[in-house]
C-alpha cells in the first residue's frame, strides 16, 4: 500500500510557474512509475505525464510538452512536476498516482493522492 500526499498548488497569473509535489509513504516509490493527472471543473481526469520506475523515460500530453517536467528522486521517496508557462486552460486538480509501469491510462494506476489545486488567473 502506497499513501501519496500531492503539495505545491495555488493560485497564480499567466505565465507563472509552480512545482508540484508528490510525497509517498508506506512503501519506496522507486518500484512504481509515477504519473501525473488533472481534472478541471466539468471534465474528465486526463493524462498529464508520466516517468518510469528510473526517471528515464518520461512522456507528456502534447499540450504540455515544452512547458511542464516530470522528475523524480527515489531517495526522497518524492515525484515532482515543473509547470512553467502557465495558462488558464491549466486550471485544474493536479492528482499524482502510481503504477507498475509508465502508462497514459488513469485505469493502468493502483494508487491515487488527494490532488492539489492549480489555479491560473488570466
Known amino acids: 500500500q502506497v499513501q501519496l500526499v500531492e503539495s505545491g498548488g495555488g493560485l497564480v497569473q499567466a505565465g507563472g510557474s509552480l512545482r508540484l509535489s508528490c510525497s509517498a509513504s508506506g512503501r519506496a516509490l522507486s518500484i512504481y512509475a509515477m504519473g501525473w493527472f488533472r481534472q478541471a471543473p466539468g471534465k474528465e481526469r486526463e493524462f498529464v505525464a508520466t516517468i518510469s520506475l528510473g526517471g528515464g523515460i518520461t512522456t507528456y500530453r502534447d499540450s504540455v510538452k515544452g512547458r511542464f517536467t516530470i522528475s523524480r528522486d527515489n531517495a526522497k521517496n518524492t515525484v515532482y512536476l515543473q509547470i512553467d508557462s502557465l495558462k488558464p486552460e491549466d486550471t485544474a486538480v493536479y492528482y499524482c498516482?502510481?503504477?507498475?509501469?509508465?502508462?497514459?491510462?488513469?485505469?493502468?494506476?493502483?494508487?491515487w493522492g488527494q490532488g492539489t489545486q492549480v489555479t491560473v488567473s488570466s
Open positions: 498516482a502510481a503504477a507498475p509501469l509508465v502508462a497514459r491510462t488513469a485505469d493502468d494506476y493502483r494508487y
